[in-house]
Every structure is written in structure tokens, then in C-alpha cells.
């Protein structure tokens, strides 16, 4: 996973030089055994990104979606789309949710691995429960987070009243100013196991002998650290940031159920806002043109990214 | 780190049980409090400090049954059985097939294919049913469980294809080419020789299609209008847009939806770490 980024590299010494009919049947086959997963990718990405594209240029008031031809061909949603204010908005609050989001998850990870690389008694059952919300469906996640950020019954309101850290129930999911950080959290606790299990591998991979050979040289516990544990991390920490990042960035399952994009759309993320576009207001061509250029934006952040992934890799 | 001297317990050792204990207890409430709220009656709980363990007088399954009594939750739980189950097992030949293709032969697909697993990851889901549903609506497969497998297939495969490479790659290539100068077939080769070694990779692919299967909300919910086809995450989905939610009845329809990937899970779990590690960590 970690050279996902990285242009292939060919780990073995390449075959002999065989027969030219031997070479070309080889081909064949890797290609064949390709196909089925060309196939997939292709009914997922390739074909519905050319119709959200062809769907994102079609003017008028789109009701057949199967016959996209008899709409006449527009500039207007980009325009619309590109010139209302609100916008920039979604985009900020995208930004917002991914930060606030990978931060915590990380720092919650990356703890997490660090306690579980050692050795202690019960940790076959620890780790399996640590990573536990991992594998718990995301709607599950949403409606228990919703009922426990409730603002009259939450238990949330009451731990926080119970140890004087609020005085006054606070409305989490209700309230524009609070609604951001009540979403963030069920999404954090989801995601922070999948940083886990790649700083644990990451971790194992370590030689001990190089701890010994920092203790000999008088390391202390943080050198240690700095100079022998995280340079290691480094690589797949990076790349777990982008994988989970771009995931985020686009996350629905957790913002609609329990907010829709409101209230006063102060949780309207650009994924929200898509379908609510095409599912509230049925402008699914305004819909599927910030769609696009959601693409466009998530694929400028991984461009960035990629970069400073691949040099984190050298 | 101290691998060498683990045969006894040191006070360290404990102390580090003690942390994992405590952060445990924090990282595992909302599970807790899950289970919390589906014993206790729900006009128990309507209260600003409600009980924080269940009362041994009122405490109940009744939640349970109750909620099992009023919606088709079997149903449910056994069409994301199918779709999960599908889904995985499709995903395991693709990806087994694909990862070795592009683990033993030097294609351009390899270096497009990193590319295409984030570019996966980067799609907006929501921008991506509508085309989806087009599809399926021009095949006459909506309310049709293939459909919701196959869409799955689609999001899982190109990150297990990846992940299949890695394990591919861990395998030294003259294993197989010792068989095939014996004179087996290359196909023969990689079923009789390769998947043996591969159990660790299927192992991680299966727990991650399953995983991401059994928690599909958007596609399910797009391609599955009618309420008996729903699978567990559409139903539960179902109660929290409700007038005055059943707190109760949805935390014990929560709690039933993620017992399956909990038992799966502590089975598999050894691997995912193990196939993390082999099919990550090579620079």
C-alpha cells in the first residue's frame, strides 16, 4: 500500500528473455486475468462519470434521466453553480469536516498503535475491541451518536453537566454553531481504527535491534521516537492521511442522517449538497455540475498530496 | 520491544493494561451505551440523568422483541447477509485474479491502477447513484439484490485488487515457475500452488468487502426502493427520520446489525493486522 503513489517499481529482476509467442501469450493472460477488474471499475467510475458529465452540461427540466439526448446542451449549471455564493461555502465546510475529522483520528491512531505495539497481558482481547467501531455500519454509528448527542435525553449533555463542563443542555445537532463538531464525532470514531491498523503493521515491521541500538547510544524515550519510530511511520501515516482524507472529504453516511446539511446548512458539505440538489430540489443538472467540480477540487487536494506523499516515501 | 522478557509480567505490563483498560472504556461507550439503551424501557430513559447502568428491576430484552414483532429486522438482516456475503466472495476472485495479474506481469494497467484506487476513494458517493440507478433502471434490476452486490463489487475491488498485489508480490515467483516448468498450466498453477499461500490475503479481503458491504447505506437505499428488499442499514436508516424515535427498539436494531461483523471480526482481526503489515510495509 504504501507505494499506491509511487510509479511502479518492479520489486524482481524482470524474466528472462523468452520466445516472442511465449511473451505475447503472457500478455494475453495478464490482461484477461485483468478483466474482470477493469470491468468493475468500469461500471462504478468510467460509465456513471460520463453520465454525471454529459448529465452536468444538459439545460431544461430534466425529469428523463435514461434519455439524457433530448436535452439541449449548456454552459448554465456551471455558471450558475460556479457564481453562487454558497459555494464556496460548501467548500469551506468540506474543508472544515476533513480537518476536523483526520486530526483527531490521527492523533486517536496513532496513540492507539503505539500502546498496542507493546506487550501485555490481554492484549488478543484489547486489540480486536480497539478497532472494534471499524466494523460497525455507519448508519449504526449515526443513530447512536444522534441519540446520545440528543439535546433534551442525551447522555452526552448529562456526563458534560455531571462534571460542570456545561451548566445548560447544550442542542448539539440542533444548534448552527455546534452541529459541525456533533457531526465530526461519530466520523472520528469510525475512522480511527483504520489508522490504527496501518500505524500497528507499520510498526511490527520495525527491527527491534534498532531500539537496542539507540538505547545503547543513550536515547531517550522521545529520541527514540523521533529518530527510530517515526521516520518509519512516516511513509504509511502520510498515505493512510490521503486515503482517509479524500474519503472524508466526500463522506455522506454520517452528515445526512443525522443533520441533512442543516441546521441552516452549517453541515452542508459538498457531498450534502449534491444530494440534496438532486434529491430535494431534482436540479440534477446543477446537482451533478458540483458534483464535478467536487471531483476537480478532491483531485487538486490529491495532486498536492501526492506529491508530499511520494517524498515522504524517498 | 521487550518481546525477549515477556515470559513474566512486569509492573510496566500491568500498568499498560490498566492505560488500554481506561481507554477502552472511552473509545467503547457509544457501543455501551447502545446496549445500555436497548435494555432499559424507553420512558426510563426520557429523563435529563438518565440511569448509567441498566436498573436490575426494569432492565429487559424486550426492546428486542418488540422491534423484531414490528419490522421484517430478519428480513433485513438476511438481505445484507446475501448482498455482503456476494459481494465478498465476487471481490476475493477479482481481486485474486487481478492482484496476481498485476503483481507477476508489468502492464501499464499497474501503474494506472494506484491511481484508479484513490480516484475510487475520491468519488463522491452521492454524485454516483444517479448514474448508477440510470444503469440498473435501463437493465430492469432495481428492487434486484444483484444489482446492489454488484455495485459494491465495484467500490470494493480496486482498493483489494491493490491490497492483492501486495500479497502477491510477498510470494517469490519461483515457487511458481519451478510448477509450471513441471508442466502446469499457469491458471492451474495459481489455483494449486499460489491461493494455498494467499490465505492471509483472502482472509483480509474477505473481512474488508465484508466490512464495507454490511455497511453500504447510499447504494442499497438508491437501488432498493421497496422496504422487503431493504437490507439492515436502510431499515435502521428508516427509523431515525421518524416523528418520535423508539430509542430503544433502534439501539436494539443497531445492536443486532453489528453482531455479525463483531463475531466476524474477532475471528479475522488477526489477519487484517498480519495482511497489513506483509501487504504494506515494503519500503
Known sequence: ?314 | MSKVLSRRRTPQQWGLLAISLAVLVVLLFPVYWMIMTSVVPSKELLTSSPPLVPPADSASLDAYGEVLESRPIGLWLWNSTLVTFGTALISIVISTLGGYSLSRFRTKAQQAMGFTLLFSRMLPGTLLIIPVFVIFASAGMINNLWAVILVNVAATVPFTTWLMKGFVDAIPAEIEEAAMIDGCARLRTLWQVIVPLLRPGLATTFTYACILAWGDFLFARTLMPNPSDWTITVGIASFIGEFSVDWSGLMAAGIMSMVPMLILFVFLEPFLVKGMASGSVKG
Request: hydrophobic share 50%; charged share 15%.
Open chain 1, 1 to 314: 500500500m504504501t507505494d499506491v503513489l509511487a510509479p511502479a517499481r518492479t520489486t524482481r529482476p524482470s524474466p528472462p528473455k523468452r520466445r516472442r509467442s511465449r511473451a505475447q501469450r503472457d500478455r494475453i493472460f495478464a490482461w484477461s486475468m485483468l478483466t474482470p477488474t477493469i470491468a468493475a471499475v468500469g461500471l462504478l467510475m468510467a460509465y456513471p462519470i460520463y453520465i454525471a458529465i454529459n448529465l452536468s452540461f444538459r439545460g431544461g427540466e430534466i425529469a428523463d434521466l435514461q434519455n439524457l439526448g433530448q436535452y439541449p446542451l449548456t454552459l448554465g449549471n456551471y455558471a450558475d453553480v460556479i457564481t453562487d455564493p454558497q459555494l464556496l461555502g460548501d467548500i469551506w465546510r468540506s474543508i472544515v469536516y476533513t480537518v476536523g475529522v483526520v486530526v483527531p483520528a490521527f492523533a486517536i491512531g496513532l496513540g492507539l498503535a503505539l500502546l498496542l505495539n507493546k506487550t501485555f497481558p490481554g492484549k488478543r482481547i484489547v486489540r480486536p475491541l480497539a478497532l472494534l467501531p471499524w466494523a460497525v455500519p455507519g448508519v449504526a454509528v449515526s443513530a447512536a451518536f444522534s441519540w446520545m448527542l440528543d439535546g433534551s435525553f442525551g447522555v452526552i449533555n448529562y456526563l458534560l453537566r455531571s462534571v460542570g463542563l456545561i451548566e445548560q443542555n447544550v442542542a448539539w445537532l440542533a444548534s448552527s454553531d455546534t452541529a459541525m463538531t456533533a457531526v465530526i464525532i461519530p466520523t472520528v470514531w469510525k475512522f480511527y481504527p483504520f489508522f490504527t491498523l496501518v500505524l500497528v503493521a507499520a510498526l511490527q515491521a520495525i527491527p527491534g535491534d534498532l531500539y537496542e541500538a539507540a538505547r545503547l547510544d543513550g536515547a531517550s524515550a522521545w529520541q527514540q521516537f523521533r529518530y527510530v519510530t517515526w521516520p518509519a511511520l512516516r511513509a504509511p501515516a502520510a498515505l493512510a492521511i490521503v486515503i482517509t482524507g479524500v474519503g472524508v472529504f466526500r463522506e455522506f453516511d454520517f452528515i445526512f442522517p443525522l443533520t441533512g446539511g442543516g441546521p441552516d446548512d452549517a453541515t452542508t458539505t459538498l457531498a450534502v449538497r449534491i444530494y440534496n440538489e438532486a434529491f430535494e430540489y431534482f436540479t440534477f443538472g446543477a446537482s451533478a455540475a458540483i458534483g464535478v467540480v467536487t471531483m476537480v477540487i478532491a483531485g487538486a487536494l490529491l495532486l498536492m498530496a501526492g506529491r508530499s506523499v511520494r517524498e515522504g516515501m524517498n
